[in-house]
Nanobody
Framework: QLQLVESGGGLVQAGGSLRLSCAAS????????MGWFRQAPGKEREFVAA????????YYTDSVKGRFTISRDNVKNTVYLQMNSLKPEDTAVYYC???????????????WGQGTQVTVSS
């Protein structure tokens, strides 16, 4: 199973940008479709974005389309999430995980890293 460590979160004003990183170890990410999820206070964890193992296909939840970009570097074994035009409703703890091969919105592994906090002030 992958061990995943998220970083890059912080406090930013609305309209600002952040770049999250997810460093993987124990196994290579090259054979996995990878994704980002987030959990806001009092809410369930939700899908944000995914990118296929080859790097060709990408998927985004509607609320982040045009603002967020997921990328991956299989050599560095790292997944990124570039977040632009941030909104207060983007405030959440962000997690990465492999995603299900048949449903990109579902996590593949049952365990999660510690996540990284993103707070967007208005």
């Amino acid at each position: 199973q992958l061990q995943l460590v998220e970083s890059g979160g912080g406090l930013v004003q609305a309209g600002g940008s952040l770049r999250l990183s997810c460093a993987a170890s124990r196994r290579t990410i090259s054979s996995y479709n990878m994704g980002w999820f987030r959990q806001a206070p009092g809410k369930e964890r939700e899908f944000v974005a995914a990118r296929g193992w080859s790097g060709v296909h990408t998927y985004y939840t509607d609320s982040v389309k045009g603002r967020f970009t997921i990328s991956r570097d299989n050599v560095k074994n790292t997944v990124y999430l570039q977040m632009n035009s941030l909104k207060p409703e983007d405030t959440a703890v962000y997690y990465c995980n492999a995603v299900d091969y048949s449903d990109y919105t579902r996590p593949f592994f049952g365990s999660w890293g510690q996540g990284t906090q993103v707070t967007v002030s208005s």
